[in-house]
């Protein structure tokens, strides 16, 4: 009797697996209509950041810039909003900043959150030349707006089952030098000199209430040869995310880029999202085995045009375009 109530309890074991088994397989396997993401046109989008010039705060570059973003996500039919604030920097500036945030299917409950920041570093501080020299910020900055963008372009095309917001930060990346790490007291209700639109809009949402079910940050995410590895502070608070981007990657084909290895963790817009606004938020950003974070290039004159690669735009664009369009 026993060995019969055992051979009974495998079997359903096996068929209850085998039903399991079955629906992630019809999961992965369902055919959605997904916009095809356009590499060129996000090599656009990075271009004409290029051309107004480094996108530091308080210039016209930066005004320029803004406005320009603005004007394109209306074109898209997004619902725009300025969240305009002031900060002051580790050098004593005060910064007129602003957030801007696109929202897509605005009625929809469930939304998907995407984010880039879109102010340039005021010096190349890690140069070794011109150290105190404005840069372009194509990969750091323009990239992951410019893939933004061209998102945003197809969203207006076709709608997704969800809704989604896209934030472009303001003030992320005026942080202290080098030198001067740790050196400088924060004022009250600052948690770090970096990523200051990021920690704005955790405490002030553009709308009360707020929340996603997920976001995805993208930080340096357009220089030839990237790789991204999976961030450790996404790892912690948002695995299942993780998961589902690298997988996207690797189903359609950019396993090469997004690489299947963990890395520590890093100080970015994802941090204060994550930890104030309580949306769990991944960061998708360049990393280097040897190197670490951010490449040779990182905060210096070599961070220009001629680093930018259609393919690496292609791959990013196109996975977080597939991860939207596949939500339900």
Known sequence: MLNRILLIFAFGLFFSCGQESKKEEEVSTRVVNVPLFNGDSAYFFVEKQVKFGPR????TSHQAAGNYFVDQFNKYGAVVIEQKFE???????????????ASFNPAQQKR???AAHWDTRPFAD???VKPDAPFDGADDGASGV?????????????????????????????????????QINLPEGLQSWWCLGSQYWSKNKHKKNYSAYYGILLDMVGSKRAHFYREGLSLEFAPAIVAKVWNTAARIGYSDYFVKQNSGEI?????FVNHVAKIPMIDIVHYHPVLGYFGDYHHTQKDNLDLISKETLQAVGATITNVIYYEE
């Open 56 to 59: 530091v705060p308080n210039t």
């Open 87 to 101: 900060a002051v920097s580790f050098d004593g500036q005060r910064l007129s900043l602003r957030n801007i945030i």
């Open 112 to 114: 998907i959150l995407l």
């Open 126 to 128: 890690k140069d070794e």
């Open 146 to 182: 410019g893939v933004l963008l061209e998102v945003a372009r197809q969203l207006s095309k076709q709608a997704p089952t969800v809704g989604v917001d896209i934030i472009l930060f303001d003030g992320e990346d005026w942080g202290e030098k080098n030198s001067m790490s740790n």
């Open 267 to 271: 100080t970015d817009d994802h941090q």
